[in-house]
């Protein structure tokens, strides 16, 4: 097959929505590439605007709680996201598992032809069944080559074990000596494999940590013991917090023949490789000369191990007692070597970079031919992932089907793909296989009146869906390799009318005249301009295309040309009354230096900046005291458009407030506002409401640990809309309810659909009553509504739950 033509233009992978960190600068574009985007910049700038998306059909005619209400959850279909960071399979290919960066791990479900999720209230130990109980990616997680129901996971500093493929774990070894030191989101998240099981017993498991060195169990996980033979990792980068490298890596040796000798590798980093012959109990340096350091490693079918190194840009082989440096011998190019995986049925090896291009030998490495590719979607897979077939084809980790003859897996940045790659193959036509996967970490999510729901996150931009429960096809506010969208608002005065602050999160790499993509939408979301001009806050330059970017974004609910914009950085916020064509300064009295905004990185789940929904002209924003404007602390209004400002409320509104906080105006009722700092770690985390503008403040009773608020259509009768959170009520957690201005609630879920994932915004449905979204950090998009479902506990590979509304208390 001919390899298609793709844009010339590198490309990151997924990056980590708790702390965004770009580990990789990217080369530059080129200027055909540069042409070609600036191309696209004009007719993207230029759609016309057609009539807006429409709302998804309601499930249940009831406008108002009824006696046994029962609530539908699912995902909403978007697909995909990620990134895939690694892939284990037994010897068999019975059991297919793929770990995660931001939560969780999944399994791949024959019987329901998807992928699913294995982190879930249903599977895991009472320990987790809490409030962002497992909101982390997987570090690590392996099947038993000699037991496909065997699997052993390392997340949340602890390995877990399951001996049902995955749909009950158990923590055998709890308490010793976890928990371990890891980032799951690092970095160094595409190296590994840092677990490895026995060929032979299923319960010799070893596991390799970057700052607490290599571990090893041989009850199954009962019972830890550090090898202390092998040496920790070299921390790359002494003067950062936590241990800056990757873990132990680790493969039991592959001899020709095939029969497993229990001879284990393992790679210190920064030191090098070392082996044992005594079931892992002490090991040795393997000979000289070798890495000190690789990214993925694997053992051909003649016994010889090579090696991909990203750091020394080097491939690695270990043939007859000797290292040698494959890229120097062979005169191969010098890349970050990423991926390598060795045909079981034939002398292939395949050693790729981080964009999917490489070398591949038929003949032990004595011979080496280029190795590229092009992608397809699937069957049954979501449409837009077509935009993953450009020349930078993000690759996390390869694995030969054990099966299927010279079928090829890869953990890429948007889901999971494979390739049929016989000996000699010049191109893997790459083919998405990602369904069930719903990965991408959830910014924001609004719902104008009349229109479809528009979900806003990390990567992959906004997706309008006026269908839920079928895969995006596209995503706004442009198709462009990574957009994210941080935020959204709608007024009332223009119907169809959206913003967003939409921004490469790349800061500086690949700037093509779309690195922001703020703008608006007339049409609901299907179409959108770009703002006619970006302000230049002081302190950037007027050529950095990142100087107006992210942050937090409102429109006024009386006129749509009047948009506030707080950028990130603590930047200087800006307001136009003309719809982006021009911006002003806002000026707050007292304001400090060059960094009078309240929003201080990129990555913040922070929503502090609220229009009044009924108001005319008037806008709320909190600041936290931040860029060294400590006496700007308190809450800001305006009541003509952002000209002039004056302070409502001094000082915090509630501890913590400087980070995720969220300010919620209520629609229909003027000066009606909630606030929560939606962050756990802070000595009163208990929900405010203010009835007067933000003039004082009230505690809501017996409701804490508030991670959002959303407000949808009020019940038939009721004088106020229905507040939906996501917190505890009297103690206990869920997503609740209210139809009666807070002072009683429902639950309606404790994990909706068996998340336990970190809630980081909710959003209603303003025209059906009881459709809420809820967005999590690493796993997408959950709705539920009111629906004629049959209430029964979830299964733990269950696509939809259907829960029973509990009986309402009473503050």
């Known amino acids: 097959m001919e390899q298609r033509a793709r844009r010339n233009i590198r490309y990151e992978d997924f990056v ?7 580990p990789w600068i990217l080369a530059a574009v080129t200027l055909a590439a540069i042409a070609a985007a600036a191309t696209a910049a004009y007719f993207w700038w230029a759609q016309p605007s057609g009539p807006p998306a429409t709302p998804p059909p309601a499930l249940s005619s009831a406008g108002a709680p009824v006696q046994n209400e029962r609530y539908q959850w699912r995902p909403v279909a978007i697909g995909g996201g990620g990134m895939i960071s690694g892939l284990s399979m037994d010897a068999g290919g019975k ?17 329901a032809n998807r992928w699913s999720q294995l982190v879930t209230a249903a599977s895991m130990p009472a320990i987790d069944r809490v409030q962002n109980g497992a909101a982390e990616g997987a570090y690590e997680i392996v099947v038993a080559p000699s037991r496909a129901e065997r699997i052993y996971m390392a997340i949340k500093g602890r390995v877990y074990r399951s001996d049902d493929q995955g749909r009950s774990w158990t923590l055998p070894g709890a308490g010793n000596p976890f928990p371990l030191t890891w980032d799951a989101n690092s970095e160094y998240r595409l190296h590994g494999p840092f677990m490895a099981v026995d060929p032979r017993n299923p319960d010799l498991v070893f596991l390799g940590t970057p700052g607490n060195g290599l571990w090893r169990s041989a009850d199954a996980g009962a019972s830890w013991a550090r090898v202390a033979s092998v040496p920790v990792s070299v921390d790359r980068n002494p003067d950062a917090a936590g241990a800056q490298a990757p873990g132990t890596m680790l493969w039991f040796e592959q001899p020709a023949g095939g029969k497993p000798t229990g001879r284990l590798f393992a790679l210190a980093p920064g030191t090098g490789m070392f082996v044992s012959s005594n079931g892992g109990l002490s090991f040795t340096p393997l000979g000289t000369g070798g890495p000190r350091t690789l990214q993925r490693g694997a053992f051909d079918r003649q016994g010889n191990f090579w090696g991909g190194d990203d750091h020394s840009k080097s491939i690695w082989s270990f043939k007859g007692g000797q290292w040698t440096d494959v890229t120097q011998a062979k005169g191969l190019k010098a890349l970050d070597y990423a991926a390598v995986a060795a045909n079981p049925r034939a002398d292939q090896v395949i050693i790729i970079d981080r964009s999917g291009n490489g070398y591949q030998t038929s003949d032990s490495g004595e011979s080496w031919s280029s190795f590229g590719h092009s992608a397809e979607v699937g069957p049954g897979d979501p449409p837009w992932l077509r935009t993953a077939d450009t020349a930078f084809f993000t690759t996390g980790d390869l694995l030969f089907d054990p099966v299927v003859p010279n079928r090829l897996w890869t953990a890429h940045g ?5 390739a049929d790659v016989p000996p000699g193959s010049a191109v893997a036509a790459w083919v998405s296989q990602t369904r069930g996967i719903e990965e991408l970490v959830a910014n924001d999510v609004i719902q104008p009146t009349g229109g479809a729901p528009l979900f806003a996150g990390w990567d992959f931009g906004i997706h309008v869906k006026s269908d839920l429960n079928a895969f995006s096809t596209t995503f706004q506010p442009g198709e462009r390799a990574l957009i994210s969208a941080q935020q959204l608002d709608w007024t009332p005065a223009r119907k169809g009318f959206v913003i967003t602050n939409a921004s490469d999160a790349r800061i500086g790499c690949c700037a ?4 922001v993509m703020a703008g608006y939408s007339s049409d609901g979301g299907r179409s959108w301009r770009k703002f006619g ?3 230049t806050p002081p302190g950037t330059k007027e050529d950095d295309p990142w100087r107006m970017s992210f942050g937090t974004i409102a429109v006024s609910s009386s006129n749509a040309d009047n948009i506030i914009w707080a950028a990130a950085w603590n930047r200087q916020p800006f307001y136009t009354k003309d719809g982006g064509a021009s ?12 960094t009078p905004g309240s929003f201080g990185h990129q990555w913040y789940q922070r929503k502090t900046l609220t229009a009044d929904k009924s108001q005319p002209d008037t806008f709320y924003l909190v600041h936290s005291g931040d860029g060294g404007n400590a006496p700007l602390l308190g809450l800001w209004r305006t009541r003509d458009g952002g000209a002039t400002w004056s302070r409502t409320f001094e000082g915090e509104i509630a501890p913590s407030s400087n980070m995720a906080a969220k300010l919620r105006s209520v629609p229909g ?15 009163d985390t208990t929900l405010r409401r203010s009835r007067d503008g933000g003039a004082t403040w009230d505690l809501v009773p017996e409701v804490n640990r508030v991670d959002d608020v959303a407000f949808g259509k009020a019940a038939n009768g009721a004088a106020y809309p229905t507040i939906f959170i996501s917190g505890r009520v009297g103690g206990v957690y869920g997503i609740w309810r209210s139809t009666d201005d807070a002072k009683s609630w429902q639950q309606l879920a404790d994990f909706p659909n068996g998340t336990l994932d970190q809630v980081t915004v909710i959003g209603a449905d303003p025209d059906v009553f009881g459709r809420v979204y809820i967005g999590y950090k690493g796993s997408g998009w959950i709705w539920g509504e009111p629906a004629p479902c049959k209430p029964a506990p979830r299964g733990p590979r269950a696509a939809e739950q259907c829960v029973g509304v509990a009986p309402a208390v009473r503050n």
């Open 583 to 594: 911006w002003k300064p806002v000026e707050l009295p007292g304001a400090l230096n060059e």
């Open 16 to 22: 980590k929505p708790k702390r965004r960190r770009w």
């Open 533 to 535: 001009s970006l302000p």
């Open 669 to 683: 009722h003027g000066g009606h506002l909630f606030f929560t700092s939606a962050f756990e770690h802070t000595t």
């Open 95 to 111: 059991t297919f598992v793929i770990r995660t960066d931001v939560y969780g791990a999944y399994i791949w479900d024959k019987g």
């Open 512 to 515: 093509d005249g779309n690195s």
């Open 414 to 418: 948007v889901g999971v793909w494979y």
